[in-house]
């Protein structure tokens, strides 16, 4: 039975649809970044950011399944269970994550190459330098936001990361299609820096009212 097929009933109990974004690790730097686009009355969704507490992507994938079934999300249509995961420059998870885009359909699921941060950066430069690894991407951001750290309120304490969303936005959608026009494959470990967190937010902000 799938997702979308349980407990039909229950979607009388909420008027909005919930979409569950769920992410690596316990670290809350996630988690409250995205809670600041849960727009409450003014926005048309109900916004769910969680860690999953596992940091690899079938760890994440099956926990964000699991959290979905027991709090009944995914019963309503316009439900989402988004799942946001760091590729790490590593080629074993992006064989993983196609593994898990081809087994769960009902899990949509995001990556940043070579981790979250990426996301970040774009907030300061048009092209972030290729990084050797998640550490020295994190390192990188340290130099626009000192004393960065994953458990750190960025969107609160960086008027940069509040005010230039657009830009970020703006700026990740130019580096895809850059990475297309040259024939790569979007998303492959190989492919960096790259991020799709910029489509889960420009989806987010056109849901408020």
Same mark, same amino acid.
């Given at each position: 039975?799938?997702?979308?097929e349980?407990?039909?009933?229950?979607?009388?109990?909420?008027?909005?649809p919930?979409?569950?974004?769920?992410?690596?690790?316990?670290?809350?730097?996630?988690?409250?970044?995205?809670?600041?686009?849960?727009y409450?009355?003014? =926005?048309?969704?109900?916004?769910?950011?969680?860690?999953?507490?596992?940091?690899?992507?079938?760890?994440?994938?099956e926990?964000?399944?699991?959290?979905?079934?027991?709090?009944?999300?995914?019963?309503?249509?316009?439900?989402?269970?988004?799942?946001?995961?760091?590729?790490?420059?590593?080629?074993?998870?992006?064989?993983?994550?196609?593994?898990?885009?081809?087994? #769960?359909?009902?899990?949509e699921? $995001?990556v =940043?190459?070579?981790?979250?941060?990426?996301?970040?950066?774009?907030?300061?430069?048009? $092209?972030?330098?290729?990084?050797?690894?998640s550490?020295?991407?994190?390192?990188?951001?340290?130099? #626009?936001?000192?004393? $960065?750290?994953e458990?750190?309120?960025? #969107?609160?304490?960086?008027?940069?990361?509040?005010?230039?969303?657009?830009?970020?936005?703006?700026r990740a959608?130019?580096?895809?299609? =850059?990475?297309?026009?040259?024939?790569k494959?979007?998303?492959? #470990?190989d492919? =960096?820096?790259?991020?799709?967190v910029?489509?889960?937010?420009?989806?987010?902000?056109?849901?408020?009212k």
């Amino acid at each position: 039975m799938g997702i979308r097929e349980r407990n039909r009933k229950s979607q009388n109990r909420r008027t909005k649809p919930v979409w569950l974004i769920v992410f690596e690790g316990k670290n809350q730097t996630e988690k409250l970044y995205f809670g600041h686009f849960n727009y409450g009355r003014d =926005s048309l969704i109900n916004l769910v950011p969680i860690g999953a507490g596992n940091t690899d992507p079938t760890g994440i994938v099956e926990y964000a399944v699991l959290y979905a079934k027991n709090n009944e999300i995914g019963i309503q249509e316009d439900d989402r269970i988004i799942c946001v995961i760091d590729v790490d420059l590593s080629e074993d998870r992006d064989d993983e994550i196609l593994q898990l885009k081809k087994k #769960y359909n009902d899990v949509e699921i $995001y990556v =940043s190459n070579p981790c979250f941060e990426t996301w970040f950066l774009l907030h300061f430069v048009d $092209y972030p330098k290729t990084s050797a690894s998640s550490q020295k991407e994190k390192a990188m951001l340290r130099k #626009y936001i000192p004393n $960065y750290t994953e458990s750190m309120d960025v #969107y609160a304490k960086c008027t940069t990361i509040s005010q230039d969303t657009n830009l970020a936005i703006s700026r990740a959608e130019r580096i895809r299609k =850059s990475y297309q026009r040259d024939g790569k494959i979007i998303g492959a #470990y190989d492919v =960096s820096p790259y991020t799709e967190v910029d489509e889960i937010i420009g989806e987010i902000i056109n849901n408020k009212k």
